[in-house]
């Protein structure tokens, strides 16, 4: 069984962090260590410098919050907020941290997933380590 497992979350309700999180518990190996994390997507400067870095600070803080609130969910879990391009971010993440699995969410493929990719597919293609893809 894993020893390190990683588990991306989105506040959304498309994905299921419920199901993710049982998952990972059934993955788990005795003594494992769990990580939450939330990747915000980068902005853009010329976005960011339309807006006032107080809304920046407060959202980064809400879903710090969310994020916290989330992973006590998982026992013993840590949490994380990464920031970049999701797919990228994660596998990054996982190369650092020495994930041995990461357990995901996704939704169900759409028209566009075909020309960009979803998080769930980068992540798949391009992790060093086992990757449950949760539906």
Known sequence: MY?????PVLFDEEHDTQASFLVARALAGEGAKFTVVH????????VTSEIPKEVL??????AEKSLTQSAKALPGATSAIIS???GRSIVDYADENGIDCIVLAS???GFGDIFLGSTASRVVRHAKCSVHVIR
């Not at 020893?3 to 588990?7: A, E, F, M, P, S």
């Not at 600070?57 to 809400?62: D, K, L, V």
């Open 3 to 7: 020893k390190n497992i990683l588990v």
């Open 107 to 109: 939704h169900r493929p």
């Open 57 to 62: 600070a407060r959202t980064r803080h809400e």
């Open 39 to 46: 990747v915000l997507e980068t902005i853009p400067n010329y």
């Open 84 to 86: 970049g391009n999701s």
